[in-house]
């Protein structure tokens, strides 16, 4: 039966729907109020799926007290939004102190704003995709110069999450390109991002094996002519080729 609101005015049955829509208002009043440049296709991706994400949810809701739960959880997704843009807005503004680390929605995102050598810079980091089964998880950190600026440059380093061969344990250990390797404090705050995150890691990113460069211990496999080169420190085994180790992670600290 339609209600009569305290104007007069008969109103529809409230729905799930009217929930996303009230949530997505809030959103886009919080982004037309508090822009952040080149930051933000990062948040409006993030914020969209997480309501979108309840609002698929919700849609099998029976009754007025689901839908009312279910439209509650949007909106707090969309408050804490406009929370976290505000932040982000102070944080690019300070000078003398180092803003935290921010996180938004599940495991979706992590963000910095800072000023690093006296120029403004934002760091993001974000997961390719769900974690699902396998026991590699693709992310990717970017580095955002001049954050408020919608067409500032951008620089993507790809980040790999190795899960420990023990299923049960939720420690990771982490691996990145070369290029974000070799810069010592990026290194660094990839790995507060993740633990801002709630992620469990190794204490070393990216351990490569001492046994790199070294001859190998050559197996063949008879009675046939294949053979493999295996790693004289870590265990590590290759199909044929040559018989120098070349460059990888260390087996024995029991991750892949």
């Given amino acids: 039966m339609e209600e009569s609101s305290d104007c007069g005015e008969v109103?529809?049955?409230v729905s799930c729907q009217?929930?996303?829509r009230g949530a997505l208002f809030t959103v886009e009043a919080g982004e037309r109020a508090w822009p952040l440049g080149s930051v933000d296709p990062f948040l409006k991706s993030a914020v969209r799926q997480e309501v979108s994400d309840l609002y698929e949810l919700g849609r099998s809701?029976?009754?007025d007290l689901q839908i009312g739960e279910n439209a509650l959880a949007m909106s707090k997704v969309a408050?804490?939004?406009?929370?976290?843009?505000?932040?982000?807005?102070?944080?690019s503004g300070q000078?003398?102190?180092e803003p935290p680390w921010r996180t938004f929605g599940n495991g979706r995102l992590a963000l910095r704003m800072r000023r690093r050598l006296g120029l403004s810079e934002a760091l993001v980091l974000t997961p390719d995709r769900v974690e699902g089964s396998s026991r590699e998880w693709p992310w990717t950190f970017t580095v955002l110069s001049r954050p408020r600026d919608p067409n500032g440059p951008s620089t993507r380093f790809g980040v790999t999450l190795h899960r420990?061969?023990?299923a049960e344990s939720p420690r990771h250990r982490v691996d990145a390109q070369k290029e974000l390797l070799a810069d010592e404090e990026l290194t660094q705050q990839l790995l507060y991002g993740l633990v801002a995150l709630g992620l469990e890691l190794d204490s070393t990113v990216g351990r490569e094996c001492p046994g790199v460069g070294q001859v190998g211990k050559t197996i063949f496999l008879e009675p046939s002519d294949e053979w493999r080169v295996k790693c004289h420190v870590c265990g590590m085994q290759w199909a044929g080729?040559?018989?120098v180790l070349s460059e990888h992670q260390d087996l024995r600290y029991g991750f892949w």
């Fill in 164 to 166: 420990r061969r023990d």
């Fill in 95 to 97: 000078e003398n102190s």
């Fill in 18 to 20: 009217d929930g996303c």
């Fill in 241 to 243: 080729g040559s018989d």
């Fill in 79 to 91: 408050v804490a939004y406009g929370e976290l843009r505000l932040s982000l807005l102070r944080d």
């Fill in 61 to 63: 809701a029976d009754g």
């Fill in 11 to 13: 109103q529809p049955p």
